[in-house]
């Protein structure tokens, strides 16, 4: 590995990141692109035949398209250079294009690696378009934006583009185990924390094991569980504290005594904080909160009483505004209370986390060009309203996650008539959808 750590102008005694000192020598030890570098794949075939062509590596970050990019150069025996579209201007392709028209004449061909592609403008791409077109450079460009959106077209017509897939569990615990075997030692993690530590990653093999070379650092002797782990490897904007702490008791007290469905304690703390002089403002915030945390959609009205509570507030000012503020909080502490939207986005937040950037599924995304249409996208889609009763039942979830219930409504106000609907559609989508 040493010789692409000097080819870069860096000497292999400096300090090198994990993710520098792991990196595949061969294109069969990089992890989660099989699909692209098996012998069936698109790039495997390309090594098989010794035929290089140009291509577009679309991916997420952390998934080997620098890699790969090395390890085609060293595959077809082309020197590598390389060439970041941040840093990069037109003399700058100028002089890699000459460079490679050089190396040409003496029969060494050159495999011009480009990061970040889609940051060049639409006149850099095309200079592109006669070196590609006559082989005097092989590219390999890599982008995380959508090359339908940010390429020219001339140019995707001489480049296949290739999608890299974030990297799922299975390979995120391959890179571990390579770097266990580095450390030669196992990771000082429970077994949950460990899997806490993958789903950190969000797909991204680069940013794993920055996190791993941390943790390998630490002079721990119990294993890290999850809280640990969190704590390690996460830094936490400090709390801010004004230094007043009847001020939090008394909002405290207001809110809970809403959340318990009394009316004259919520009028009471209410009348405290105002002769107290406490900011309007500050406790109408927290009267929005409560109608969207405590009520919900038992009573959908909830939050339009807050907002009007405000609007009212700064339209009279005090003390008649005050009265707005009274009535809100009598309607809030009288309305049917169910905090079944607020447990269902934490429940939803939490599968998000630990999910990361999985994909909607291919048949609920638009295909606005024709390279996102051969992909797949689109293809399937049933328009609901032109169903019978207006549901198709298809799936919504990404095709890797079983279908999720978050949200539960209670028997309470409107979130009655919710149950039934959801009812409903379980029954319909049970009889039309296979995954249901």
Known sequence: MG????????????PRPLADRLRPRVLSEVVGQDHLLSA??????????????????????????????????????????????IFSGVADLKKAFEAARQRRRVGQ???LFVDEIHRFNRSQQDSFLPVVEDGTVVLVGATTE??????????????????????????????????????????????????TLRAMADGDGRYLLNLVEEIAGLKTLAPLDTAALVEVVQRRA?????????????????????????????????ARMLVAGEQPLYIVRRLVRASVEDIGL??????????????????????????????????????????????AFGAASRAARQHGSLMPPAHILNAPTRMMKNLGYG?????????????????YFPDAMHRETYYQPKEAGFEREVIKRLEYWAKLRAKRSPRA
């Open 109 to 111: 061909g050159t495999l």
């Open 379 to 395: 293809s399937g889609y049933e328009y609901d309203h032109d169903v019978e009763e207006g549901f198709s039942g298809q799936n």
């Open 238 to 270: 400090p709390l801010y504290d004004k230094g007043r702490e009847e001020h939090y008791n008394l909002i405290s007290a207001l809110h809970k005594s809403i959340r318990g469905s009394d009316p004259d304690a919520a009028l009471y703390w209410l």
């Open 298 to 343: 038992a009573d959908p009205q909830a939050v339009g009483q807050a907002l009007a509570a405000k609007d009212v507030y700064d339209f009279l000012g005090s003390p008649e505004g005050e009265i707005a503020l009274a009535q809100c909080v009598l309607y809030l502490a009288t309305a049917p209370k169910s905090n079944a939207v607020y447990k």
């Open 40 to 85: 069936d794949g698109p790039l495997g075939r390309m090594v098989e035949r010794g035929t290089p062509h140009s291509v577009i590596l679309w991916g997420p970050p952390g998934t080997g398209k620098t890699t790969i990019a090395r390890l085609l150069s060293s595959s077809f025996k082309l020197h590598f250079d390389q060439l970041s579209a």
């Open 3 to 14: 010789d692409l750590f000097e080819a870069d102008g860096l000497d292999t005694g400096a």
């Open 146 to 195: 959508n090359p339908s959106f940010e390429l020219n077209g001339a140019l995707l017509s001489r480049c296949q583009v290739l999608v890299l897939r974030r990297l799922d569990d299975a390979a995120l615990e391959k890179l571990l185990e390579r770097a266990e075997a580095h450390y030669g030692q196992k990771l000082a993690l429970t077994s949950d924390a460990r899997e």
